[in-house]
T-cell receptor
Framework: EAGVTQFPSHSVIEKGQTVTLRCDPI?????LYWYRRVMGKEIKFLLH????????ESGMPNNRFLAERTGGTYSTLKVQPAELEDSGVYFC??????????????FGPGTRLTVL | AQSVTQLGSHVSVSEGALVLLRCNYS??????LFWYVQYPNQGLQLLLK??????LVKGINGFEAEFKKSETSFHLTKPSAHMSDAAEYFCAVSDPWGGYNKLIFGAGTRLAVHP
């Protein structure tokens, strides 16, 4: 079974440009999460989809970030326009919904974004 | 607000020595607790988790962790380090306020194992 995949693995862009990150969750996983790790700091939650609906977007830093999950399958995270502080590693994770239990999250390898 | 503190951003041990990675959390209710590991160029992999029940939990690759409510700790241990354990380790919590979905991570501890 394929794991969570993310594309691209690396992206280098200039300040003011637009970048779109893609995440393909494990097939059948309703839950999809985005996290970000800024250089050397903790991994921070950005948002959570259940199928195509945003369940929790409390971690989205500002309105330059737009996440979508059309059709409840893959998700994209667009940053427009990118700023220097957006540099970091963006992780995607997915899980099935476990009633009464913990939803184990499976993580992708991340996309390393560098804004110059 | 919840937070997770990992003592020591870098830990170095000799092969065969005890591994101890420290994690303390703050939470108003008993959270779920996790340890993840990240090997180079890979995603985070779940090592072990505590939800309820037995406070000593065993994970993959010989790792285990003990939930100590009185100390708000969830330290990760392995009796004998192997070279292949070199990686970055993350402690994380989730709580009912986030539906146990949102993970709150510590800053990570990079483990080096030398011969």
């Amino acid at each position: 079974e394929a794991g969570v995949t993310q594309f691209p693995s690396h992206s280098v862009i200039e300040k003011g440009q637009t970048v779109t990150l893609r995440c393909d969750p494990i097939s059948g996983h309703d839950n999809l999460y985005w996290y970000r790790r800024v250089m050397g700091k903790e991994i921070k939650f950005l948002l959570h989809f259940v199928k195509e609906s945003k369940q929790d977007e409390s971690g989205m830093p500002n309105n330059r970030f737009l996440a979508e999950r059309t059709g409840g399958t893959y998700s994209t995270l667009k940053v427009q326009p990118a700023e220097l502080e957006d540099s970091g590693v963006y992780f995607c994770a997915s899980s099935v919904t476990q009633r009464g239990g913990v939803n184990e999250q499976f993580f992708g390898p991340g996309t390393r974004l560098t804004v110059l | 607000a919840q937070s997770v503190t990992q003592l020591g951003s870098h830990v170095s041990v000799s092969e065969g020595a005890l591994v101890l990675l420290r994690c303390n959390y703050s939470s108003s209710v008993p959270p779920y607790l996790f340890w993840y590991v990240q090997y180079p160029n890979q995603g985070l992999q779940l090592l072990l988790k505590y939800t309820t029940g037995a406070t000593l939990v065993k994970g993959i690759n010989g790792f285990e962790a003990e939930f100590k409510k009185s100390e708000t700790s969830f330290h990760l241990t392995k009796p004998s380090a192997h070279m292949s354990d070199a990686a970055e380790y993350f402690c994380a919590v989730s709580d009912p306020w986030g539906g146990y979905n949102k993970l709150i991570f510590g800053a990570g501890t990079r483990l080096a194992v030398h011969p």
